[in-house]
């Protein structure tokens, strides 16, 4: 259909396939993320550097309330960013570009329905198996009753990110001032524990995600176990050592320390 559409407008066309096998678990996350890798490989060998995508305003709302039900922390609750770069593919940078996120999608079908261009409705979008069908189908209907609209969400998640921007200065700042980089590659990395004490909590907790994910050998933290640990941190009365993603943390009265753990022994 695609096909058909693209060559009547003149424009090259080129259908990506996904063959791997499909996953039993999380079908909806691998397919995304495979259609994202397909399209980066394409993009990167056709030479551009930009992939667009046609989500919309209500896209925006699904996203903010199916991160929420996930316990997701400011940064996912702020959704999906207008333009960003693209975390998949080889070294060269595809930022993903979403043009309509502004738009309602009630708005996009009737001006295809206008220019009389036709589109497929994914059958999966109305598979209450899923998640987001059912936050789609069930629970945005009932908030827009209360006047919690698409277009609410999707304002909510604007002004998050707002948030979200004079944190992430705020976390910079304090890197630059208590641990410059460049970091050692496995550690250790140190902060001065009286400095780090003094921090506000969202900026200490995401300087502290960072060393660890840095440090250790696991990615990034889960928010909840990050939480945890700086908690019983800011309670500790003592010298106190945990391991979380790979990472040894520290606590001693003078400085605070985040660096490879060692081996589990068997």
């Known amino acids: 259909m695609v096909k058909r559409l693209a060559r009547r407008l003149g424009v090259p066309h080129r259908t990506l396939r996904w063959r791997d096998g499909k996953p039993r ?12 890798e397909l399209l980066a490989e394409a993009a990167t060998g056709a030479g551009l550097a930009h992939i667009v995508t046609a989500h919309t305003l209500d896209d925006q709302a699904e996203t903010v309330l199916f991160r929420l039900a996930r316990g997701s922390g400011l940064y996912g609750l702020a959704g999906m960013a207008r333009a960003a770069p693209l975390p998949i593919g080889g070294t060269r940078a ?18 295809l329905n206008a220019a009389r261009i036709p589109y497929a409705e994914d059958p999966s979008n109305r598979d209450p198996r899923f998640t987001r069908t059912r936050l789609r189908e069930e629970l945005m209907p009932a908030l827009a009753r209360e006047g919690l609209d698409a277009r609410g969400l999707a304002r909510l998640a604007a002004r998050l990110r ?11 700042a304090a890197r630059a001032a208590l641990a410059p980089p460049p970091w050692p ?11 780090f004490a003094g921090l506000p909590a969202e900026v200490a907790l ?16 889960e928010l ?3 939480e945890s640990l700086y908690e019983a941190l800011a309670q500790a009365r003592a010298r106190l050592r945990r391991t979380l993603a790979g990472a040894l943390i520290t606590l001693e009265s003078e400085q605070l320390t985040v660096e490879r753990a060692p081996p589990r022994r068997r």
């Open 224 to 226: 909840a176990k990050l």
């Open 206 to 221: 995401r300087l502290l995600g960072e060393a660890i994910a840095h440090a250790g050998d696991e990615g990034p933290v």
């Open 185 to 195: 590659p496995r550690g250790p990395v140190t902060f001065a524990t009286v400095a």
């Open 25 to 36: 678990a999380g079908l909806q996350e691998a397919a995304r993320r495979a259609r994202y």
């Open 162 to 172: 707002r948030a979200e921007q004079a944190i992430a200065v705020a976390v910079e």
């Open 94 to 111: 595809i930022f993903l570009v979403r043009p309509l996120l502004h738009l309602p999608k009630a708005r996009l079908i009737a001006t």
